[in-house]
């Protein structure tokens, strides 16, 4: 369906005016298939067939509606929806238009709402991206990590350059509201040299957004076996890392966050959600939730995740509904019925909570998380917000952190904002570590 037309009842999105007085909601659905795993990649996704696919598409429509007959949605509006993965643009245009159809019939999207999608080069065609499009898609975020062929292949990834160059001229007519490329640092072989010339070419084809993320190696991919010890040294890393910053501030983005980089007013809603600490809902398998502060995440194994949808459809939304998700008891799963409140018991083997796991935030947990997650932010953290959500003062909390911290050119302070200084973005997990209470 079109953006901004109106919805027959039962098809498509019902766009609502933001001043409703629902609650906004940042929606993630997680797509974990993919032609074939790149060298380095440690996510949630595999190769699978059409039929696979048809599957878990109708296991997302289904986690849907028993998330909204769990009363999940009540109250709140779709305010962004993301579509992730994995690779979501091996999924038809169909299939998408299902899955955005069935979100739409459950929950009102908000007339501005943000709906982005990852696509991989080398995974769609014109007439696919044109029907993306005409489905309300306003958002991708294009998987590019290179313009470099040889540096390309060295990832393992599907495309090359110039797949990369045929899908942008596809999106130019389409009026997308923002189109996000996303780069990597650290690339086997990289060099300052081939970096700059594929940070040219990226800002040459004037993307609204640019996310620019350091190669880490994580344990049991391939490269880590290749490269134990990092795929460039310390130094390479720190260098490349710099000369992002640089060269794209100087080509008029704003670095938002620490990877991220927009033109004025397309920085990524969703990814702001989850800084912020907005509520947000995940469906699909191991996606991660947070919603009235608990943190849940459905099971990242097929089976388990298929397991849990039966049981919210049968009887888990029945007991979450009746306790509500904040106070029915941590691990009940694994504890076994005994544990199971007396009204949650709807029948013999119904487990109370049918996530792979759950955790209430404690108010320490929640300061804490406010202040890592929103340092990532180059505004910061506000101070009046933080009395508004907790009651104290930042500095009755963190006076001692924040001083130290200060002292050593890593936090600044400036109109009722602490964040992170150019110095502090460096070394930001040093400085967020001293968050935890
Ligand atoms: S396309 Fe992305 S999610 Fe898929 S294997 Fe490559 S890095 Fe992993």
């Not at 901004?4 to 906004?24: D, F, Q, V």
């Not at 908000?110 to 696919?128: F, H, K, L, W």
Request: glycine share 10%; net charge negative.
């Amino acid at each position: 369906m079109k953006e901004g037309t109106s919805a027959k009842a039962g098809e498509g999105w019902m766009r609502t005016e933001s001043g409703t007085g629902k609650k906004p909601l940042g929606v993630y659905v997680h797509i974990p298939f993919c032609v074939r795993k790149c060298l380095y990649c440690d996510f949630l996704s595999a190769p699978a067939s059409g039929e696979r696919i048809e599957h878990y598409v109708n296991l997302l429509l289904r986690e849907m509606q028993a998330s909204a007959d769990m009363g999940q949605l009540q109250n709140y509006e779709a305010a962004t929806v993301y579509l992730g993965g994995g690779t979501p643009s091996l999924l038809t245009a169909r299939q998408l238009d299902l899955i955005l159809c069935k979100l739409g019939t459950l929950l009102p999207f908000r007339a501005d709402a943000e709906i982005s999608m990852e696509m991989n080069p080398g995974t769609v065609t014109r007439q696919q991206l044109a029907d993306i499009r005409s489905i309300g898609i306003n958002r991708i975020s294009i998987g590019v990590q290179s313009l470099q062929d040889d540096e390309l292949a060295a990832l393992g990834r599907i495309h090359r350059a110039a797949e990369v160059y045929h899908l942008w001229e596809w999106t130019e007519p389409l009026q997308f509201r923002s189109r996000s490329l996303d780069l990597m640092s650290g690339i086997p072989g990289q060099t300052k040299e081939s970096l700059r010339a594929t940070l040219k070419r990226a800002v040459s084809l004037a993307p609204e957004h640019l996310s620019v993320y350091s190669l880490i190696v994580e344990e049991g991919t391939p490269f880590y076996e290749q490269y134990p010890d990092g795929a460039v040294d310390e130094d390479t890393d720190r260098r490349l890392y710099a000369l992002t910053k640089v060269f794209l501030q100087a080509h008029g983005y704003e670095r938002y966050e620490i990877s991220s980089y927009a033109r004025d007013g397309h920085a990524c809603r969703h990814n702001l959600t989850y800084w912020m600490r907005g509520d947000y809902l995940g469906f699909g398998l191991g996606a991660a939730s947070l919603m009235k502060e608990v943190r849940f995440r459905n099971a990242a194994g097929m089976t388990q995740y298929e397991e849990d949808i039966a049981a919210r459809e049968t009887c888990g939304g029945e007991s979450v509904r009746q306790q509500g998700v904040d106070s029915v008891p941590e691990g009940a799963r694994q504890q076994g019925e005994d544990s199971v409140p007396e009204g949650a018991r709807q029948a013999k083997a119904c487990p109370v909570f049918p996530y792979a796991e759950r955790e209430a935030l404690s108010v320490e947990d929640r300061m804490a998380e406010t202040m890592f997650l929103g340092l990532r932010m180059t505004k910061g953290v506000s101070e009046q917000a933080f009395r508004g959500q907790f009651g104290y003062d930042m500095q009755e909390i963190y006076g001692n952190v924040l001083k130290k911290h200060m002292k050593d050119g890593l936090l600044a302070h400036e109109n009722g904002f602490f964040h992170l200084t150019e110095r502090g973005l460096d070394v930001s997990n040093y400085v967020m570590a001293d968050f935890l209470l």
